[in-house]
C-alpha cells in the first residue's frame, strides 16, 4: 500500500506536526514501507498457532503481606530532630 503525500498531510495535520515537502515525502516512503510489511505479516498462516498475549513465560510473583503490630511510634518521636507534643515537625509542604 502506497501513502500518497495527501495522506501524509493529513496524518501530520491530526498530529498537529508542520512537516516539510521534503519531511512528507521521505514519511510517505517509510510509512508505505512499514504498511507494506504488515500486508505481508497478513499472509502468514497462523491457523495452528495458539492464541497467546505474553510470549516470555514471565509472571508476576507477589509476596503475602504480613501485619507486623509495631509499637515504636514514641521511638521514632524521639528520632525527630523537631517535635511537637508526641507528633514530627516538618516544614510547610504547600
Known amino acids: 500500500m502506497k501513502l500518497t503525500k495527501a495522506e501524509?498531510?493529513?496524518?501530520?495535520?491530526?498530529?498537529?506536526?508542520?512537516?516539510?515537502?521534503e519531511e512528507k515525502d521521505q514519511y510517505a516512503g517509510q510509512l508505505s514501507d512499514v504498511l507494506a510489511y504488515f500486508e505481508k505479516l497478513?499472509?502468514?498462516?497462523?491457523?495452528?498457532?495458539?492464541?497467546?498475549?505474553?510470549?516470555?513465560?514471565?509472571?508476576?510473583?507477589?509476596?503475602?503481606?504480613?501485619?507486623?503490630q509495631c509499637d515504636c511510634q514514641k521511638e521514632l518521636v524521639k528520632q525527630a530532630a523537631e517535635t511537637e507534643e508526641d507528633l514530627i515537625k516538618t516544614r510547610s509542604v504547600f
Not at 11 to 21: D, G, N, Q, V
Not at 61 to 66: A, E, S
Request: a negative charge; proline letters at 0%; aromatic letters at 2%.
Open 8 to 21: 501524509v498531510e493529513k496524518i501530520a495535520k491530526l498530529s498537529r506536526l508542520e512537516l516539510t515537502e
Open 42 to 68: 497478513k499472509e502468514v498462516n497462523t491457523e495452528n498457532v495458539e492464541i497467546t498475549s505474553q510470549v516470555t513465560g514471565l509472571e508476576n510473583v507477589y509476596r503475602n503481606d504480613k501485619i507486623n
